[in-house]
């Protein structure tokens, strides 16, 4: 079964420093936020916007005494998404301690999985453009507890603390150093997203941090990468540097772009990049260093004495498996191949899986491309003027929308009138058969008709007529007359035979 | 492997624990003396032999998807030295 398009590998991004050409390589981090009613060791809810502390259990306060239990629709999450990135599930993991002192951690240590991850490796295709994608490595998956959150700007000598989001269920996906550049590096955090929407494992809200990443950029000169890709040593590597927490595909691509240079122009100074942490600040589009977790960094990891090993079956695995939806790559390539649509068509469409739903309902018993145009220009441009409307509240249903295209098939209206009649089933709704009969939208294909309406036109301008015969171009006033006189209803081809054939020309 | 006085002031403050300059060098010691018997415990061979979990067999407990818990605002700050607008309070602290 072919269920990806063939494609073709990007060149990797080469900045041009002062003295030599370089690449970048890049890994990421990606945060995902589970989508679960509860969190992942306590019944508290997750939902975002409530209350301060009112989403809070003694167990995410940390109470003496509190012990985790874990939420089984997390793990059952976590593993759909490994399954989605076509990932290894491990059937054994187990939890980790990664301990370190911030006011939005009461626990004093977050629980992880350092050791044993419950996915392993996996892969994901980054689309760069029709026939061109990048294939990403992911190294493993692990399910960890989400930190607080700390308010910083609402008090001048206080820092305030939320601890709402403490313990809520976080996926962390490892990706391989396999990304080149910033451009992949944001394609690659679309990617992510569309997936774990198509999955249902995670909302992908960046805006409320639902799906933040950490970025780590290394530069190499030409030739280096090749030599990693061969061996997995990393030495062939520049050092890497981890900007933090970025929840924004612009921001990525700026701070990726200026740390670059950064690397660049420390190397080409016959310096050492310092393995470290940065921030990116956006306002100034520079990132810097976060001296202050240095020190921070020895996580002094150990197994979670409250939790036994994580054993889930294979059955139960098998189960989540059959479960699985069609995924976006699956779904883009179907696009082409049943439906005879451009890949860029067919990307536009598969985005968002609300688009590509709505799509195969319009395209149902009509021909594909007409429906892909009427999807991507009238109803897109539509929603898209009427306040940026969801499709899912768009006021034309893909039945409607459908009816409309079937309507132009069967040559009863044409696609001039087709628009007209678009915006009257927008703005008043009904059913667009109904509306065509009801209105007298219906194309006039009688040619009795029509060679009536071309006779009164000539009838009524011989001086016309006299100029149309030197020089035949006029023959398109005509036209635009017996279509005016018909009110736009009159099959435009027919009505172009018949004027040429009455004028003689 | 043995703890010298600076790894032990180390640790202390990893775990934001106060420990006087004069405890430190007793603290090293004891700390010391405790990684010598894992020492000896790593000379027994355990090649392949799992590493025992649990006394008896047991699965790791689930719980449902089900919200069951919180809303109780008060109590979760009760404890809290200083707490504002629903907000635990705590001195400055910004990257």
């Known amino acids: ?505 | 492997m043995s703890i010298d006085i600076d790894t032990a002031r180390r640790v202390a403050h990893l775990a934001r624990i106060a420990v006087d300059e004069k405890d430190l060098p007793a603290l090293a010691g004891e700390l010391s003396n405790i990684l010598t018997f894992m020492e000896q415990l790593n000379e027994v061979d355990v090649e392949g032999v799992a590493p025992m979990t649990s006394v008896t067999p047991m699965r790791l407990k689930r719980r449902e998807d089900k919200v069951t818990d919180g809303d109780y605002q008060e109590q979760i700050l009760s404890n809290a030295p200083d707490a504002r607008e629903g907000f635990f309070a705590v001195p400055k602290v910004v990257e």
């Not at chain 1, 350092?114 to 490595?137: F, N, Q, S, T, W």
């Not at chain 1, 933090?244 to 700026?254: D, G, P, T, V």
């Open chain 1, 1 to 505: 079964m072919l269920d990806h398009l063939s494609f073709e590998t990007p060149k990797p991004k080469t900045i041009a420093g002062a003295k030599y050409d370089w690449e970048l390589v890049i890994g990421m981090e990606v945060h995902a936020q589970v989508a679960s009613n509860a969190k992942l060791f306590s019944g508290a809810s997750t939902t975002f916007g409530a209350e301060p502390n009112s989403n809070v259990a003694f167990v995410d306060a940390a109470m003496p005494g509190m012990l985790p239990v874990i939420n089984e629709f997390c793990v059952a999450q976590a593993v759909r998404t490994g399954l989605g990135m076509k990932a290894a599930i491990n059937l054994k993991s187990a939890f980790d301690r990664k301990n370190y002192f911030y006011p939005d951690l009461p626990q004093g240590y977050q629980i992880s999985q350092l050791y044993h991850p419950i996915v392993g490796e996996g892969e994901v295709i980054v689309d760069m453009g029709p026939g061109v994608a990048r294939k990403v490595r992911i190294e493993r998956i692990h399910l960890e507890q989400d930190a607080g959150k700390s308010i910083h700007d609402m008090d001048p000598n206080m820092s305030f603390v939320d601890l709402n989001r403490t313990g809520v269920a976080l996926m962390e996906i490892v990706s391989r150093p396999d990304i080149r550049g910033p451009e992949e590096a944001a394609a690659y955090v679309a990617k992510m997203r569309q997936l774990l929407r198509y999955l249902g494992t995670c909302d992908g809200n960046m805006q409320n941090g639902n799906l933040r990443a950490d970025v780590n950029v290394s530069v190499c000169r030409p030739g280096q990468y090749e030599k990693y890709q061969e061996s997995q040593d990393f030495s062939h590597l520049g050092t890497r540097c981890e900007i933090k927490n970025m929840n924004s595909m612009r921001f990525i691509q700026q701070a990726i772009d200026y740390e670059a240079r950064r690397q660049i122009a420390i190397l080409e100074d016959g310096g050492a990049v310092d393995q470290e942490t940065r921030l990116y600040d956006a306002d100034k589009g520079e990132t810097r260093s976060m001296r202050s977790k240095e020190e921070a960094h020895d996580y002094r990891y150990f197994p979670c004495p409250d939790l036994l090993p994580l054993e889930i079956e294979q059955g139960w695995v098998d189960d989540i498996e059959a479960t699985l939806p069609e995924l976006p790559d699956a779904k883009k390539a179907r696009f082409v191949n049943d439906f005879g649509l451009s890949e860029y068509d067919a990307g536009v469409l598969t985005a968002e899986v609300e688009n590509a739903d709505y799509f195969e309902k319009v395209a149902e018993g009509n021909d594909g491309k007409l429906a892909a145009n009427w999807v991507i220009n009238e109803l897109f441009g539509r929603l898209k003027k009427d306040d940026d409307k969801d499709i899912t509240d768009s006021p034309v249903s893909p039945e409607q929308l459908g009816g409309i295209i079937a309507l132009i098939a069967k040559g009863d209206i044409s696609g001039k009138i087709a628009k007209d009649l678009f915006e009257i089933v927008y703005t008043e709704g009904g059913d667009p058969a109904q509306i065509v009969e009801a209105r007298g939208m219906k194309q006039v294909t009688d040619t009795g008709a029509i060679e009536a309406a071309v006779d009164q036109v000539i009838a009524d301008n011989p001086a016309q007529v006299e100029k149309a015969k030197q020089n035949p171009k006029l023959a398109g006033w005509f036209v635009g007359q017996v279509m005016k006189a018909t009110g736009g209803k009159a099959n435009p081809k027919a009505v172009n035979q018949i004027v040429a054939a009455k004028l003689g020309i």
